[in-house]
Structure formats: structure tokens, C-alpha cells
Nanobody, 114 residues
């Protein structure tokens, strides 16, 4: 079992940047498939970016070229660097880990003003 805690959300103007961080309670690098999801009001939760235990990385088309997912094996954290933010990026962002079952953090709010 792993506990996940997100941080780094906030209010930013369009075009700005934020970095989200997910702190895991145990080693995740090379073991868990890790991902960031987001859920906007009235919408389904959607995958934003994923980094597999193998090291493969995938991004949603809507964030390609703007967001970067990474792992810090020394700190057991997963980051999401978000640049050129748009109002449509406004959502609660969730950290996800998968190893046999899904684990979720509680989420962090990102609000992008126009």
C-alpha cells in the first residue's frame, strides 16, 4: 500500500506556470505506474500524463508540449511541470499509483484565470 499527497496547486494567470508534486510513502520508481489525472467541474476524470515503471511516458494530447512529468527517486516524488497554462486546465489534479490496484491522492486545485 502507498499513500500519496499532492501539493503545489493554486491560482495562476493564463500563460503562467505551476509545478505540482506528489509525495509517496514508499519507493515508486521502477515499481509503480504513476500518473496525474484531473477532473474539472461537471466532467469526468481524465488522464493528463503517465510515467510507467518501465520509464515510458505518455501525455494527453491537450497538454503535449506544455506539461512535463518526472520522478525523483531520491525523494519518492512525482512532479508535473505545467507551462503555458490555459483556463481549460482548471481542475482538481490527482496523483495516481498502480501496482495491482489503484491508489489515489486527495487532489490539489489548479485554477487558471483568463
Amino acid at each position: 500500500q502507498v499513500q500519496l499527497v499532492e501539493s503545489g496547486g493554486g491560482l495562476v494567470q493564463a500563460g503562467g506556470s505551476l509545478t505540482l508534486s506528489c509525495a509517496a510513502s514508499r519507493i515508486i520508481t521502477g515499481r509503480y505506474n504513476m500518473a496525474w489525472y484531473r477532473q474539472a467541474p461537471g466532467k469526468q476524470r481524465e488522464l493528463v500524463a503517465r510515467i510507467l515503471a518501465s520509464g515510458n511516458i505518455n501525455y494527453a494530447d491537450s497538454v503535449k508540449g506544455r506539461f512535463t512529468i518526472s520522478l525523483d527517486s531520491a525523494k519518492n516524488t512525482m512532479d508535473l511541470q505545467m507551462n503555458s497554462l490555459k483556463p481549460e486546465d482548471t481542475a482538481v489534479y490527482y496523483c495516481n499509483a498502480v501496482l495491482g490496484q489503484n491508489y489515489w491522492g486527495r487532489g490539489t486545485q489548479v485554477t487558471v484565470s483568463s
